[in-house]
């Protein structure tokens, strides 16, 4: 399986910590592994400040309010377009807000990469065709398979 994450920094002013990238397209590829994707894919990753992204929330969702993560999956029960050139399925795109990252890991007392590897499993998953809106089992499911992949990514929450 090959796995193409094309990211790129809209934001300005946040320097992105080192490895960002890296942790990004990792966190993309186990979540696709973990979920037994098998197929060759892409996904398209932006990191935004928070202005953009209350914006895109705006224009999207009818929410006039920043938020740290933004899914546009491309697919539907497991149907994704293709690209044309690599025969890779376009997943779809994340949009992440820096500024409400780093918020976020002040917060709750993690790292940034923490909260980067987090918001970009999520986000994944939504992707995958995952939904957390109505809460319930779907729900619960969502935020158990976000934990066992960030355990792999070194990076789950420990529990006392």
């Known amino acids: 399986m090959t796995v193409k994450v094309n990211i790129t920094d809209k934001q300005k002013g946040v320097k992105l ?32 400040d928070d202005e953009t992204i209350k914006q895109l929330n705006r224009e999207f969702r009818n929410i006039d309010n920043s938020t740290d993560v933004l899914s546009f999956p491309l697919g539907e029960n497991g149907i994704y377009d293709k690209n044309p050139e690599t025969g890779a399925c376009l997943l779809g795109d994340i949009v992440i807000s820096i500024d409400h990252a780093l918020h976020q890991a002040d917060l709750y007392g993690h790292s940034i990469e923490r909260e980067i590897a987090f918001l970009t499993v999520h986000s994944m998953l939504h992707l995958l065709g995952y ?28 529990k006392l």
């Open 17 to 48: 910590p080192k490895g960002t990238r890296l942790l990004i397209r990792k966190a993309c590829k186990t979540t696709l592994i973990y979920e037994n994707f098998g197929y060759n894919a892409e996904i398209d990753v932006s990191i935004v």
């Open 131 to 158: 939904d957390h809106v109505n809460g319930g089992l779907e729900e619960a499911e969502m935020f158990e398979k976000q934990e066992a992949i960030l355990d792999t990514l070194g990076l789950a929450i420990i």
